[in-house]
């Protein structure tokens, strides 16, 4: 989810201004989100910049409003109607880093699998008592960012625990010298060559 169409999906609530919009982000991503008040006026001003907000008379009180446009109504519909692709989520910096352990000499892979574990299951364990902390109706919109997160966390173990069994039925301490890489475009090939690296 992008801070622009959370806020734009708030504001097609009704008209707010920059910390009360910081307040019902925070609150229907159950606080899972922390959003600082400057990202909250900066994406405003490119909102602006771009037609789909447009700022109100400032209040008695010097506060200052938006509301979406007809434009930004527009973009939200279309962000809501269109599939979230893999490719346009962040990359997997766990599966980067275990990848780069097993080829950094001197690093204990299993160590970094291990910690990673542990530190997942003290967050799964987090997210479940959260999410079991109440179950008024309205608490259902963060209750399912929290469900996300849980079964998130929940796949992170699986995966963990077939990376250490993948490391103890293939990292033999001696092997033979490494198979020369093969060339581009034979995939098979370049299978068979990252299964040889991951066994060393």
């Not at 019902?24 to 907000?53: H, K, M």
């Not at 279309?78 to 097993?102: G, N, Q, V």
């Not at 995939?187 to 068979?192: E, F, I, K, L, T």
Request: net charge negative; proline share 8%; glycine share 6%.
């Amino acid at each position: 989810m992008s801070i622009r169409h959370g806020l734009l999906a708030l504001l097609e609530r009704g008209q707010m201004y920059g910390y009360q919009l910081r307040a019902a982000f925070e609150e229907s991503t159950g606080s899972t989100w922390p959003l600082n008040i400057g990202q909250v006026y900066t994406t405003l001003a490119r909102l602006e910049r771009d037609g789909l907000v447009r700022p109100l008379p400032e209040s008695e009180a010097g506060q200052r409003p938006y509301e979406i446009t007809d434009a930004g109504r527009a973009d939200l519909a279309l962000w809501f109607a269109t599939p979230i692709s893999r490719t346009d989520r962040p990359r997997d910096e766990l599966a980067i880093k275990l990848a780069l352990a097993l080829t950094t000499p001197g690093v204990d892979v299993r160590s970094v699998v291990q910690a990673q574990r542990s530190a997942t299951m003290r967050a799964l364990q987090e997210l479940t008592r959260l999410k079991y902390g109440s179950d008024r109706p309205e608490d259902l919109p963060w209750r399912l960012v929290l469900d996300s997160m849980v079964f998130q966390a929940e796949a992170e173990v699986r995966w963990l625990d077939h990376c250490e069994s993948s490391l103890v039925r293939h990292r033999p301490a001696d092997g033979p010298p490494h198979p020369p890489r093969p060339a581009a475009g034979d995939a098979s090939d370049a299978v068979r060559w990252a299964d040889e690296e991951a066994r060393r």
